[in-house]
């Protein structure tokens, strides 16, 4: 009996080769794409779940109020840890690790210059105790010893294969930072999925004399504190006497209104108030959009298949007819269909297999990921493979054999199966309006991403980011002066000179820049204090970034600052209606009580930060020791002859690093890097449903017209145009385009403007938003449907009429 239903249903299957290849492509874009997004959902679900303790692992953030509103980080004063464990004896262990995103590691050489090494990531400095928290293997060496001195290191098993070539590596040295570190200990590497990306890891022992010094007076973002709960203590308790312990190490004063917070380690990778080492959160609301977006291309997927196997289903009636004659029952029926759906399911789940592995090579480097399909070892990947076949199967084939296999005899054997009731008129149409729905409703997120993309790259923010290019100054280059001037400011003259380069500056950071460094302030013989940015600048520093001076003078080009340029917003914000008003008002940064400076000039508001954020407070001052960048105004013409002699003259400078740079609008444009590959996505993913969405409005067509070719005929034959024809097979799909459409519009607009929010500047959803949406579907429906419409209008009317 199966082998009966296995021959049959292949015969049928290749009988119609046609729709049977549109359904398997169907079938496997859908499955393919929630395959891909079944990986990206486990992957970021999965962060950090591999620690063992990771239920009773916390991390010490605050929040605090200040200008802008609430506002949240992650870093604490270096002071906090020790203060912490001794007050909070629910603690089992605490440690502070202070990170560095990136840097220069030298390897010393006994003969020959020392191999260099840029990092982007992975450098902390950290205490032994961390492997009483966090779970990390060592392969060589001791961990209770491998941080407890000054000047150790431990490198992850990669990290000793770049740098010596092999993994027993203990005993060798590594410079970081001017400080040679013996390493101690190999461990294993980290994870993917983890937001603790630490390669080397050098003792905190190191540092900590300088840290000490800062105390509870210096708080930056890389600095965090983490601790282990004992098993038997209380959270809430713990958070409950938060306020006092404030209170005690940090004064009563306290008017941005800190406040500590315990954020538990299962939040840190999807809690966007807080960063993470990373510098990536993923909401619990991404997620869970990822997952309805795989749902809702699956579900499209079924429909096409329900719509082109019901399209079908009319040719196949008088065979259901025979069957039903000769003694089959309904049961046996509906078994064939669901086998022949069940069969065009596995096939289509093998191509979607293949096609996400292929996706992966490109999407991986996209995102930014290491997703992989491992069909060996992946234990749920197999389970989700197998719920999708069986989920599909039958959820495409189920209505689809019960309507086949509830043919009456008497009509299916005369091929009389034209009834609207018959074939689940209402029912199709329906499904059809979800698809519509589902296509419309991502094409509009798609045209709101886009312009609102747009929006970013055109707004005017305050400066001149083309032309622009950034070199980072070593850390520990630059402190370094001699005969009264610096390195840096040598290097700038020098530079200046080069032909191609129009003007070049010394700064802390470009005006817009991922690092922020704040403080608070208040006017000479005022009580109240505010919140501010602080830029570190010099001389050439407006002219370079075309920064509009309202009032005042620029700074002088000095080692030190003799005096203050603010933004209109600080004027504003302390009380001057005119904020060239503020001119010549002393100011006092940092709590400096009585030793304030002048405000020499005001300079027009201009973007600090992303455009998530409005703009902020700002001062600006000539202070050598903070410089840490060197912009460039370059002739782009000019700028490949013109960077290698920077190179070179920075190089003879910095001999012992490694010579980068970056164009300031790449820089910006990193701001919105997560937007823009959500973007991407979305439009992939709307390119699919869309596609998919075709294939069942081809479906339904080639259904109404096998109903309707008799009566094509007839029209044809009393003098019907092919133009009316075609008029009446549009009415029907322009009806559920807008029916889909009026279901999608509101949805959509709910769903895009809450999306919005997180944005201090953005675009409005108007009526250019939705007309798009809506003539991007009817065109594309109107098309799909033309060929196969038009071909039965121009079909021979006595054909069409002999066709019943």
Same mark, same amino acid.
């Given at each position: 009996?199966?082998?009966?239903?296995?021959?049959?249903?292949?015969?049928?299957?290749?009988?119609?080769?046609?729709?049977?290849?549109?359904?398997?492509?169907?079938? @496997?874009?859908?499955?393919?794409?929630?395959?891909?997004?079944?990986?990206?959902?486990?992957?970021?679900?999965?962060?950090?779940?591999?620690?063992?303790?990771?239920?009773?692992?916390?991390?010490?953030?605050?929040?605090?109020?200040?200008?802008?509103?609430?506002?949240?980080?992650?870093?604490?004063?270096?002071?906090?840890?020790?203060?912490?464990?001794?007050?909070?004896?629910?603690?089992?262990?605490?440690?502070?690790?202070?990170?560095?995103?990136?840097?220069?590691?030298?390897?010393?050489?006994?003969?020959?210059?020392?191999?260099?090494?840029?990092?982007?990531?992975?450098?902390?400095?950290?205490?032994?105790?961390?492997?009483?928290?966090?779970?990390?293997?060592?392969?060589?060496?001791? @961990?209770?010893?491998?941080?407890?001195?000054?000047?150790?290191?431990?490198?992850?098993?990669?990290?000793?294969?770049?740098?010596?070539?092999?993994?027993?590596?203990?005993?060798?040295?590594?410079?970081?930072?001017?400080?040679?570190?013996?390493?101690?200990?190999?461990?294993?590497?980290?994870?993917?999925?983890?937001?603790?990306?630490?390669?080397?890891?050098?003792?905190?022992?190191?540092?900590?004399?300088?840290?000490?010094?800062?105390?509870?007076?210096?708080?930056?973002?890389?600095?965090?504190?983490?601790?282990?709960?004992?098993?038997?203590?209380?959270?809430?308790?713990?958070?409950?006497?938060?306020?006092?312990?404030?209170?005690?190490?940090?004064?009563?004063?306290?008017?941005?209104?800190?406040?500590?917070?315990?954020?538990?380690?299962?939040?840190?990778?999807?809690?966007?108030?807080?960063?993470?080492?990373?510098?990536?959160?993923?909401?619990?609301?991404?997620?869970?959009?990822?997952?309805?977006?795989?749902?809702?291309?699956?579900?499209? @997927?079924?429909?096409?298949?329900?719509?082109?196997?019901?399209?079908?289903?009319?040719?196949?009636?008088?065979?259901?007819?025979?069957?039903?004659?000769?003694?089959?029952?309904?049961?046996?029926?509906?078994?064939?269909?669901?086998?022949?759906?069940?069969?065009v399911t596995l096939v289509a789940v093998v191509l979607a297999v293949g096609l996400a592995h292929t996706s992966l090579i490109y999407l991986n480097p996209f995102l930014h990921l290491t997703l992989s399909?491992?069909?060996?070892?992946?234990?749920?990947?197999?389970?989700?493979?197998?719920?999708?076949?069986?989920?599909?199967?039958?959820?495409?084939?189920?209505?689809?054999?019960?309507?086949?296999?509830?043919?009456?005899?008497?009509?299916?054997?005369?091929?009389?199966?034209?009834?609207?009731?018959?074939?689940?008129?209402?029912?199709?149409?329906?499904?059809?309006?979800?698809?519509?729905?589902?296509?419309?409703?991502?094409?509009?997120?798609?045209?709101?991403?886009?312009?609102?993309?747009?929006?970013?790259?055109?707004?005017?923010?305050?400066?001149?980011?083309?032309?622009?290019?950034?070199?980072?100054?070593?850390?520990?280059?630059?402190?370094?002066f001699a005969d009264g001037s610096s390195k840096m400011r040598t290097l700038r003259e020098q530079v200046s000179q080069v032909r191609g380069i129009e003007l070049a500056s010394l700064s802390n950071t470009?005006?817009?820049?991922?690092?922020?460094?704040?403080?608070?302030?208040?006017?000479?013989?005022?009580?109240?204090?505010?919140?501010?940015?602080?830029?570190?600048?010099?001389?050439?520093?407006?002219?370079?970034?075309?920064?509009?001076?309202?009032?005042?003078?620029?700074?002088?080009?000095?080692?030190?600052?003799?005096?203050?340029?603010?933004?209109?917003k600080l004027a504003n914000m302390v009380g001057f209606a005119n904020a060239t008003d503020i001119i010549g008002s002393q100011i006092e940064l940092g709590g400096a009580r009585g030793r304030g400076l002048?405000?020499?000039?005001?300079?027009?508001?201009?973007?600090?930060?992303?455009?998530?954020?409005?703009?902020?407070?700002?001062?600006?001052?000539?202070?050598?020791?903070?410089?840490?960048?060197?912009?460039?105004?370059?002739?782009?013409?000019?700028?490949?002859?013109?960077?290698?002699?920077?190179?070179?003259?920075?190089?003879?400078?910095?001999?012992?690093?490694?010579?980068?740079?970056?164009?300031?609008?790449?820089?910006?444009?990193?701001?919105?890097?997560?937007?823009?590959?959500? @973007?991407?996505?979305?439009?992939?993913?709307?390119?699919?449903?869309?596609?998919?969405?075709?294939?069942?409005?081809?479906?339904?067509?080639?259904?109404?017209?096998?109903?309707?070719?008799?009566?094509?005929?007839?029209?044809?034959?009393?003098?019907?145009?092919?133009?009316?024809?075609?008029?009446?097979?549009?009415?029907?799909?322009?009806?559920?385009?807008?029916?889909?459409?009026?279901?999608?519009?509101?949805?959509?607009?709910?769903?895009?403007?809450?999306?919005?929010?997180?944005?201090?500047?953005?675009?409005?959803?108007?009526?250019?938003?939705?007309?798009?949406?809506?003539?991007?579907?009817?065109?594309?429906?109107?098309?799909?449907?033309?060929?196969?419409?038009?071909?039965?209008?121009?079909?021979?009317?006595?054909?069409?009429?002999?066709?019943?």
């Amino acid at each position: 009996m199966l082998r009966n239903y296995l021959i049959t249903a292949l015969r049928n299957l290749w009988r119609s080769k046609g729709s049977t290849t549109v359904n398997i492509l169907g079938l @496997a874009l859908g499955v393919a794409t929630s395959l891909v997004l079944f990986l990206i959902v486990r992957y970021h679900s999965g962060f950090d779940t591999y620690h063992s303790k990771r239920d009773r692992i916390y991390r010490v953030v605050f929040q605090s109020e200040g200008n802008q509103g609430k506002g949240y980080s992650t870093g604490v004063p270096p002071a906090l840890p020790d203060a912490f464990r001794t007050d909070f004896p629910e603690a089992e262990h605490v440690i502070f690790t202070s990170y560095r995103a990136g840097g220069l590691v030298t390897i010393p050489q006994l003969q020959g210059e020392p191999k260099r090494f840029s990092e982007d990531k992975g450098i902390v400095y950290l205490q032994p105790e961390y492997f009483k928290i966090f779970d990390r293997t060592i392969l060589i060496g001791d @961990a209770e010893k491998g941080l407890d001195e000054p000047n150790e290191a431990m490198l992850s098993q990669s990290s000793a294969l770049k740098y010596f070539g092999r993994t027993d590596v203990l005993g060798e040295v590594i410079v970081f930072d001017n400080q040679e570190f013996k390493v101690t200990a190999v461990i294993d590497d980290v994870p993917t999925a983890t937001d603790f990306p630490f390669h080397i890891l050098l003792s905190y022992a190191t540092i900590k004399k300088q840290k000490d010094e800062v105390g509870w007076n210096g708080i930056w973002s890389d600095e965090h504190c983490y601790f282990l709960k004992k098993e038997e203590a209380s959270i809430s308790e713990m958070e409950r006497r938060l306020p006092d312990f404030f209170k005690k190490h940090q004064g009563e004063e306290n008017p941005d209104n800190l406040a500590y917070i315990l954020q538990p380690l299962s939040t840190i990778h999807y809690d966007e108030r807080f960063n993470n080492y990373n510098y990536n959160t993923v909401t619990w609301q991404m997620i869970a959009a990822f997952t309805v977006i795989a749902l809702f291309l699956i579900l499209t @997927a079924c429909i096409n298949f329900i719509n082109l196997v019901t399209a079908e289903a009319v040719k196949r009636s008088k065979e259901v007819g025979i069957r039903k004659t000769l003694g089959s029952s309904r049961s046996q029926l509906i078994f064939q269909f669901l086998g022949e759906s069940t069969l065009v399911t596995l096939v289509a789940v093998v191509l979607a297999v293949g096609l996400a592995h292929t996706s992966l090579i490109y999407l991986n480097p996209f995102l930014h990921l290491t997703l992989s399909i491992d069909l060996l070892s992946d234990g749920q990947l197999w389970i989700f493979l197998l719920l999708v076949t069986l989920t599909v199967a039958f959820l495409a084939g189920l209505y689809p054999a019960l309507v086949v296999s509830g043919f009456k005899p008497v009509f299916a054997i005369k091929n009389q199966m034209n009834n609207k009731n018959s074939s689940g008129f209402l029912l199709r149409r329906g499904l059809v309006v979800l698809q519509f729905f589902i296509s419309q409703f991502f094409i509009f997120g798609t045209i709101v991403l886009i312009s609102q993309m747009n929006y970013f790259q055109k707004r005017d923010l305050g400066f001149r980011k083309d032309a622009i290019v950034t070199l980072p100054i070593p850390e520990n280059a630059r402190l370094g002066f001699a005969d009264g001037s610096s390195k840096m400011r040598t290097l700038r003259e020098q530079v200046s000179q080069v032909r191609g380069i129009e003007l070049a500056s010394l700064s802390n950071t470009p005006p817009s820049s991922g690092s922020v460094s704040s403080t608070n302030f208040g006017l000479a013989g005022k009580e109240e204090q505010f919140d501010t940015q602080i830029k570190a600048i010099d001389g050439n520093y407006l002219d370079l970034y075309d920064l509009t001076l309202l009032a005042g003078r620029n700074v002088s080009d000095l080692d030190t600052a003799n005096g203050f340029i603010v933004n209109e917003k600080l004027a504003n914000m302390v009380g001057f209606a005119n904020a060239t008003d503020i001119i010549g008002s002393q100011i006092e940064l940092g709590g400096a009580r009585g030793r304030g400076l002048p405000v020499i000039g005001v300079v027009k508001n201009f973007h600090t930060m992303s455009l998530h954020e409005p703009v902020d407070a700002t001062i600006m001052y000539n202070r050598i020791r903070n410089y840490a960048t060197m912009s460039l105004q370059v002739n782009q013409a000019e700028f490949p002859q013109a960077i290698k002699q920077v190179q070179t003259l920075w190089e003879q400078t910095y001999p012992e690093h490694i010579f980068s740079y970056q164009f300031l609008a790449e820089e910006v444009r990193e701001f919105y890097e997560g937007e823009k590959r959500m @973007a991407t996505l979305l439009s992939i993913f709307t390119s699919i449903a869309i596609f998919i969405g075709c294939l069942g409005l081809f479906g339904l067509a080639a259904f109404m017209v096998n109903q309707k070719t008799k009566e094509i005929g007839v029209r044809k034959v009393l003098g019907a145009s092919v133009e009316s024809i075609l008029l009446s097979f549009s009415k029907e799909y322009v009806k559920l385009i807008l029916i889909g459409f009026a279901l999608a519009a509101p949805l959509g607009w709910y769903v895009m403007n809450k999306w919005l929010e997180d944005f201090a500047y953005k675009i409005e959803i108007g009526p250019m938003i939705f007309l798009p949406c809506l003539g991007i579907t009817l065109v594309i429906a109107l098309v799909t449907v033309g060929y196969r419409s038009f071909k039965a209008a121009h079909a021979n009317p006595a054909q069409s009429l002999r066709s019943e």
